[in-house]
């Protein structure tokens, strides 16, 4: 508790004073105020504006230093304005996901939904900071000469910036979501945000695993090409991850797979088999991926080795060879498993 009473000591000063008061959830004549907001675990905090009729749940650092800064965000302007170069230096950051209004005025349709998407994201996603200016200048990438309205997203991977001119709530949602997922997602070295990585965990798209040895000088050709097919697949059902294969030595074994076949691809389907292509070379990655979307490619089968000799009477089959020695042998064949 004492935290809570220097968290409300610290804002008593701030302009306009913040309120934090505390209600004894246990005592009965407050079971009204429990019930109202739904109290099921302690300690809760509520946060209140507009006379109570604003009502949303607090999630963010409960230290006393913490609970001041986000609050003092949170009820602040959903989106803080880019005036000078001091500014824009100061405000926003290299790192992280960047969202900045370019408008001719402050005023108008546009400038009134890109305000509803900023204090939409200012209490759902703390992944990304809002701002808006009325000089394209100012922001540290992209064209600096804009006539019109811009929303322009700033992401630390890939392209950098992405810019869209459609100022409709939904389409601007979209786009948001859109531009800030990766094209590449690299498995041992992601800066992308997790809130970015939920909204790829969620995808109904299929996965596409590059597996390459990060120490070896091919890397980075196979990461350039990895990108420009990522991009040719984009917005078609593919995603695409990068994956330092000496450091998931243990996934491929768990796949089935050796250290020996890398670089090698694999694609997790969604009606369930796998496919995978071993020693490629970066050229071999986009025809594959043809074969895999027009449905030539055979799926992968977790298999041992096919036996060098094999010819004693009881005959050793492995997954790779199941379909030739059984399955296709026109005889008739009993398995020991």
């Known amino acids: 508790?004492?935290?809570?009473?220097?968290?409300?000591?610290?804002?008593?000063?701030?302009?306009?004073?913040?309120?934090?008061?505390?209600?004894?959830?246990?005592?009965?004549?407050?079971?009204?105020?429990?019930?109202?907001?739904?109290?099921?675990?302690?300690?809760?905090?509520?946060?209140?504006?507009?006379?109570?009729?604003?009502?949303?749940?607090?999630?963010?650092?409960?230290?006393?230093?913490?609970?001041?800064?986000?609050?003092?965000?949170?009820?602040?302007?959903?989106?803080?304005e880019i005036k000078t170069a001091t500014d824009s230096l100061s405000l926003i950051g290299e790192e992280k996901i960047s969202i900045v209004g370019i408008f001719p005025i402050f005023s108008g349709e546009e400038f009134r939904n890109f305000t509803v998407i900023a204090n939409e994201l200012l209490w759902k996603s703390w992944d990304y900071?809002?701002?808006?200016?009325?000089?394209?200048?100012?922001?540290?990438?992209?064209?600096?000469?804009?006539?019109?309205?811009?929303?322009?997203?700033?992401?630390?991977?890939?392209?950098?910036?992405?810019?869209?001119?459609?100022?409709?709530?939904?389409?601007?949602?979209?786009?948001i979501v859109e531009a800030s997922i990766p094209l590449v997602t690299n498995i041992n070295y992601n800066n992308t945000p997790d809130k970015i990585n939920q909204w790829v965990s969620q995808l109904s798209d299929e996965k596409a695993t590059l597996f390459v040895d990060f120490d070896k000088e091919h890397f980075n050709v196979f990461k350039c090409k990895s990108y420009e097919v990522a991009a040719l697949y984009k917005c078609k059902g593919l995603r695409f991850f990068l994956a330092d294969a000496r450091a998931n030595e243990d996934v491929l074994k768990n796949s089935g797979l050796r250290f020996d076949q890398v670089p090698l691809i694999i694609i997790h389907s969604n009606d369930g088999p796998t496919y995978m292509k071993s020693n490629l070379k970066p050229d071999d990655i986009s025809p594959w991926?043809?074969?895999?979307?027009?449905?030539?490619?055979?799926?992968?089968?977790?298999?041992?080795?096919?036996?060098?000799?094999?010819?004693?009477?009881?005959?050793?089959?492995?997954?790779?060879?199941?379909?030739?020695?059984?399955?296709?042998?026109?005889?008739?064949?009993?398995?020991?498993?």
């Open 129 to 175: 900071d809002v701002f808006h200016t009325m000089d394209a200048s100012l922001v540290p990438r992209g064209q600096s000469s804009i006539t019109t309205p811009t929303l322009r997203l700033l992401k630390p991977y890939d392209e950098r910036f992405v810019d869209s001119q459609n100022f409709q709530v939904l389409a601007m949602k979209n786009f």
């Open 1 to 80: 508790m004492i935290l809570y009473e220097k968290a409300a000591s610290l804002l008593s000063t701030h302009e306009p004073p913040t309120v934090l008061g505390k209600i004894d959830a246990s005592a009965e004549e407050n079971k009204q105020v429990v019930d109202q907001f739904q109290i099921t675990g302690y300690p809760t905090i509520v946060i209140l504006q507009n006379g109570g009729r604003d009502i949303h749940d607090y999630t963010g650092p409960r230290e006393a230093d913490g609970i001041v800064r986000t609050l003092k965000r949170l009820i602040g302007p959903p989106s803080t």
């Open 289 to 337: 991926l043809n074969e895999y979307k027009d449905g030539n490619l055979k799926p992968f089968l977790k298999s041992q080795p096919i036996p060098e000799t094999n010819n004693e009477a009881l005959k050793v089959v492995v997954a790779d060879s199941l379909q030739d020695m059984v399955l296709n042998s026109q005889k008739n064949g009993l398995c020991f498993v």
